[in-house]
């Protein structure tokens, strides 16, 4: 699968961003350095897919770290001016303050092969579930002279209010509107 490599000064805001990283369901492998020599070997040792980083670290400045990098190896910028930064093809600028949306939408388009680790979605509602929940919206619509997605929305505030799951609701709902 390979790794993204983060490297900051200061190495406790690194570890944040991997945590943002892994919690986002962004990427699963995750490496933290704090100086541009470690990325180097880093990347010599390992499969090294994206390196985050930015413009200063405590050896050595962006500029230098790119000319020792696998010249097909992207490295994601974070900085707080990019306009006065001159970039090559493979340096991709992220501005600071740091948006998750924005940088996981950087880090997807920029990762190889697009395998992105997805989250997992949760389990799907059986026929008998799917059933109880579509003859509640039909009730509702009919008694209450809702449309479809109004229906839906009734019962979704319904589960929430009564802190049910939307079969409970469903279930509910039938059993009142009779």
Not at 20 to 35: A, H, K, T
Not at 66 to 92: A, C, M, Q, R, W
């Amino acid at each position: 699968m390979g790794y993204i490599v983060i490297a900051m000064p200061r190495r406790e805001d690194a570890v944040r961003l991997k945590q943002i990283v892994i919690r986002n369901g962004i990427w699963e492998e995750v490496l933290v350095c704090s100086c541009g020599n470690e990325i180097v070997q880093t990347a010599e040792q390992k499969d090294v897919n994206l390196v985050i980083t930015t413009r200063r670290l405590k050896d050595m400045g962006y500029e230098e770290l790119v000319s020792y990098l696998p010249s097909e190896l992207n490295l994601v910028l974070l900085t707080k001016d990019p306009s006065v930064i001159h970039f090559s093809g493979n340096v991709i600028p992220l501005e600071l303050p740091l948006r998750i949306e924005k940088l996981s939408m950087t880090l997807r388009r920029h990762l190889p092969d697009q395998r992105v680790v997805r989250k997992s979605k949760k389990p799907k509602r059986s026929a008998e579930e799917q059933k109880l929940i579509d003859e509640a919206k039909t009730r509702l619509m009919e008694r209450k002279n809702l449309s479809e997605p109004d229906a839906f929305r009734y019962l979704q505030k319904n589960s929430m209010d009564t802190g049910k799951s939307l079969v409970e609701a469903a279930q509910m709902i039938l059993l009142m509107v009779q």
